[in-house]
């Protein structure tokens, strides 16, 4: 734990004590930090003063019960109406807000805190609630770095997987929305498979094992990918999207017989299409992400 010359563990404020804000604030008093905690519905706060924590009256005397502010709420409005009202309460203090947004809002948040005299982290969660506090979850943060270190073994009361990327406020919520755009990705493959397996008869609990064996194969590649988008060079080691394409228009083809929506794979395929008008049609399937990175709405 992070500690005060002589005054034993960190006290942490948490505002916000939603299903997440409930679980960090939870993780912060099983590690021994006393905890104040505010929200605007103060009956949320009940189970957590019964374990130890203590409930502030006001977002003020939350923030001014200690060194270390953490903050999760709805969204960076929420957090703006919150804490601007508080004028010079917040100098001196870390603050770390670990309020889903964009990067512009992270940086421009960090700026509107260094104003208040307040040394800003912005973070990101990848985990669910429950995860938090047990080797399951992470969270990133990003900042000035010095932040950081001061209160890094606090911190690590949240997640065993607690990473520091940079002092660019800005990189933690754009991790967070590359893992959130991963996550639908795979999410969206299995449904769309699921109601194509569906139309003839198969239940997707039965698809739900060869579906997992067919991510782990994928997760396998994305070393090689990683790096063959680093290098800027795409071989084909498994096959070439002019391959890849031709089992796109079958998967087409079975959605629209079967009656299933057939927009993702169709998708998919206008971006590969793309591709292999730009000359990547012998290439592996790494080379997509020259289309990733164009702006929307550019062809070739």
């Excluded at 260094?114 to 429950?130: E, H, V």
């Excluded at 992470?138 to 065993?160: I, K, Q």
Aim: proline share 4%.
């Amino acid at each position: 734990m992070t500690r005060n010359p002589g005054a034993g563990p960190t006290p942490v404020t948490v505002l916000g004590l939603g299903l997440m804000g409930q679980a960090l604030a939870g993780a912060f008093l099983r590690a021994g930090h006393p905890t104040t905690v505010w929200n605007r519905t103060a009956a949320k706060a009940e189970h957590l003063v019964a374990q130890g924590g203590k409930r502030a009256d006001s977002v003020r005397d939350a923030v001014a019960a200690g060194p270390l502010v953490v903050v999760c709420v709805s969204d960076y409005d929420a957090v703006h109406a919150l804490l601007g009202p508080l004028g010079d309460v917040l100098d001196g203090r870390v603050l770390v807000n670990l309020t889903s947004g964009t990067t512009t809002q992270a940086r421009e948040t960090a700026a509107w805190a260094t104003r208040q005299g307040s040394t800003y982290l912005d973070g990101a969660i990848m985990a669910a609630p429950g995860a938090i506090g047990t080797a399951d979850a992470v969270v990133l943060y990003s900042g000035p770095r010095s932040a950081f270190d001061l209160h890094e073994s606090t911190l690590t009361s949240l997640a065993a997987g607690t990473a520091y990327i940079g002092d660019d406020h800005g990189l933690s919520s754009l991790h967070e929305v590359a893992v959130l755009g991963l996550m639908w990705g795979i999410g969206n493959g299995f449904l769309q498979g699921a109601a194509l397996l569906g139309a003839a008869g198969v239940d997707a609990a039965a698809f739900a094992p060869l579906a997992r064996k067919g991510i782990g194969m994928v997760t396998d590649w994305l070393t090689d990918y990683a790096q063959q988008v680093d290098d800027g060079t795409y071989p084909a080691l498994d096959a070439t999207l002019d391959t890849h394409r031709a089992a796109m228009e079958h998967a087409i083809q079975e959605s629209e017989f079967l009656g299933v929506n057939a927009e993702l794979p169709r998708l998919i395929k206008s971006l590969t299409d793309r591709a292999v008008a730009d000359g990547h049609g012998g290439s592996g399937y790494a080379a997509m992400i020259e289309q990733f990175r164009k702006p929307s709405g550019e062809r070739p």
